[in-house]
């Protein structure tokens, strides 16, 4: 037993599980955070080379891609990561191998099938996307991305199963390092005629760098017809389908809101949105990322024991709120500031968009750990329905919304939307699993809820100096307080707690 403090004494068990749970977390958080320096770098350079009609012009393109990408993948990449886990948990060596490249034959099958459907579409999603055909051209182009891509993905998807977070920690980073040099030297050399060759040139080192890492991964050599290649593709496809549709859903989602931001507000609207939006998600994105790569491997392995996976949706939310809390408040508080340093003055109307969008961030990070009951459980048409469900009431909140209040209704629906997603996801988590939150999460919930609450109205409705002059020291206060109560859960033999104890000042604070 190990006893932390002010709470009562856990399992040991349940401190590991914590440990497990913050040291995934730190290892792509630490990513993410060379990842965000990175790319803040990136951004202010781009948006500074490029300005909002630029970067606006790079959301669209991204938005049309991502989607067509979408509807052809299959949702491959995303159910191997459970084929490969569950393969790879029960020690056959044979299956592992089997599902490897099974993985492989079909992510170039998708790859192929997404270049040819952009190819076909290009004149009609420029149409759509544009209201003219002037960037077919570029459009098919960046068709080719898809081939890459889902050749990375696969790789990716290997390395994500056998829970190499190092590896894809690693992986980040790169990524990151690369589409800094690639973005920078191209967009100073050709300024917007960059941005397809930038998407290419970006795709094509991704795919070099999980090549690199996927290699590293030992894969038995099994004999394989095309009869078992077709059988263990069925099986890739079938949970497939339900991230297709998914994926299909917050592809077709964004590219709505950017369409309809285009009709009403041109390419600098679009910039502006696509600034809040890509600040919002930063701090709370080391959370996600790290559910995705290591917990949903992890509540899959679970997935039969409804106790167990109750446990671990339950550590994974506290720790998720706890780690994400004070960045989301930060970035509340220093909307203004954030805004210009990351981009520039002309990006200032995004600082009314950022609150509201951070708190439907904070609204993901507690949904998220409850959506991957239905991923681990293999609940395809659960995930399917809520999926479709979510999106329809996503497109309709922001129809409505950005008629009544204009760009910032964007973010206004964002925040509505996380809103009823928490409370459907938790139903029906509670009919897969009889899952509950703790009364220890509950408290968490309704001190986060009241700090996030407070934090918005001093954003928002208070006037520069004085959110900064309140904030600060909220921001500081909240922090300090996460720290301790994930030094309780860890427990005082922790690394953590001890290297936090020895801090100077903060020894003394922390009650373990």
């Known amino acids: 037993m190990v006893c932390a403090g002010i709470e009562t004494c856990q399992p040991s068990s349940v401190v590991s599980s914590y440990g497990q749970i913050l040291k995934s977390s730190s290892v792509v958080g630490g990513a993410q955070a060379v990842s965000l320096v990175l790319g803040m770098a990136r951004t202010k350079l781009v948006a500074l080379l490029l300005g909002p009609n630029g970067v606006g012009l790079i959301g669209l393109y991204d938005s049309v891609i991502g989607l067509t990408g979408t509807l052809t993948n299959l949702g491959i990449a995303s159910s191997a990561v459970r084929q490969v886990a569950e393969a790879h948990g029960s020690g056959d060596a044979e299956r592992a191998g089997r599902t490897v490249r099974v993985l492989r034959r079909v992510c170039w099958l998708t790859g192929l099938f997404g270049v040819v459907l952009t190819w076909a579409l290009a004149l009609p999603l420029s149409r759509w996307t544009f209201g003219n055909t002037q960037r077919a051209m570029p459009i098919a182009i960046l068709g080719l991305t898809l081939l890459l891509t889902a050749i990375s993905s696969g790789q990716s998807a290997l390395v994500r199963g056998v829970r190499r977070i190092g590896d894809l920690a690693r992986m980040q980073v790169l990524s990151a390092l690369a589409g800094l040099v690639i973005s920078i030297g191209l967009y100073a050399w050709l300024g917007e005629r960059g941005i397809v060759p930038v998407f290419l040139v970006s795709a094509a080192v991704n795919l070099g760098f999980s090549w690199w890492f996927a290699r590293r991964v030992p894969v038995p050599v099994t004999p394989l017809d095309w009869q078992t290649t077709r059988n263990e593709t069925l099986n890739l496809v079938r949970l497939g389908l339900a991230f297709v549709v998914s994926a299909s859903c917050s592809f077709g989602v964004s590219w709505l809101t950017r369409s309809w931001i285009q009709r009403d507000f041109g390419l600098h609207g679009n910039g502006i949105y696509q600034a809040a939006w890509a600040i919002s998600g ?174 918005f109205m001093l954003a928002s409705f208070c006037p520069l100096w004085v959110s900064t002059t309140v904030g600060a020291p909220l921001v500081l206060a909240c922090g300090l307080i996460c720290v301790q109560r994930i030094c309780l859960r860890l427990g005082k033999e922790h690394r953590v707690t001890l290297w936090v104890g020895r801090v100077p000042g903060v020894g003394r604070w922390l009650p373990v």
């Open 282 to 455: 930063v701090f709370g994105g080391f959370i996600l990322s790290a559910m995705g790569m290591d917990f949903y491997p992890r509540l899959t392995a679970a997935s039969q024991d409804n106790a167990e996976v109750n446990r671990l949706v339950n550590e994974q939310t506290e720790i998720g709120i706890l780690l994400a809390l004070p960045g989301l408040v930060a970035t509340m508080v220093f909307s203004p500031w954030v805004i210009r340093i990351l981009y520039s003055a002309r990006f200032g109307e995004a600082a009314v968009l950022l609150p509201w969008f951070v708190v439907g961030v904070f609204g993901r990070v507690i949904s998220w750990p409850l959506g991957f009951i239905m991923l681990a459980k293999g609940a395809a048409r659960w995930y399917t329905v809520s999926e479709l469900t979510w999106s329809s009431l996503h497109a309709c909140f922001i129809w409505g919304a950005l008629k009544v209040w204009g760009l910032e209704g964007v973010a206004i629906a964002f925040a509505a939307l996380y809103g009823a997603c928490t409370l459907g996801v938790l139903w029906i988590a509670s009919r897969l699993s009889h899952f509950r939150w703790t009364r220890q999460v509950v408290r968490l919930l309704v001190a986060a809820c009241a700090v996030v609450a407070a934090t």
